[in-house]
């Protein structure tokens, strides 16, 4: 019993020797190195306006709790300017047609600059961009005519 306590021991020892010099030889062990997360985050793009795939494409890291709420809070407050400058510039085409279709040339003319100045002077979005806002007169009447009904005869009575 007591030779075979010493062989495991002695095994133990020569393979503990193997061991430390492989791992000299092999230009030692890196340690724990930080891993990466399972999926990386995809941001918005901060160049150009947001579309549709940009905001389907888009991936938060998550966390034990969920999504990371600073990339969340990011990615919301973008997607509210985008949404908000959009709404702003239909809102000046539209009352720039409705200006062209009652025939004031003026009108449509100053709207038509201030939408330029304003397409031409979008920053790349970022928190606490600064918001272009235009003073947009709302129309009286729809921009678009209601369809007048259909003006049918009278039918023909049956002989």
Do not use: C, H, N
Not at 108 to 121: F, H, K, S, W, Y
Not at 127 to 136: R, Y
């Amino acid at each position: 019993m007591g030779q075979l306590l010493l062989f495991i021991v002695v095994a133990l020892v020569v393979a503990a020797i193997v061991f430390g010099v492989t791992v000299m030889m092999s230009g030692g062990d890196s340690g724990l190195t930080p891993i990466e997360p399972d999926g990386s985050a995809v941001p918005l793009p901060t160049d150009r306006p947001l579309g549709e795939d940009d905001i389907a494409g888009t991936k938060f890291d998550t966390t034990f709790r969920g999504y990371r709420m600073s990339q969340v809070d990011q990615a919301l407050q973008r997607a509210a300017y985008d949404i908000g400058y959009k709404g702003e510039l239909i809102s000046v085409l539209e009352a720039e047609v409705t200006a062209l279709r009652d025939g004031r040339i003026a009108d449509a003319d100053a709207l038509r600059r201030a939408r330029e100045a304003a397409v031409a002077a979008v920053p790349p979005a970022a928190a606490g961009s600064p918001v272009i806002e235009l003073d947009v007169v709302k129309p009286d009447e729809p921009v678009l005519p209601e369809p007048e009904p259909a003006k049918s005869e009278p039918a023909a009575e049956p002989r």
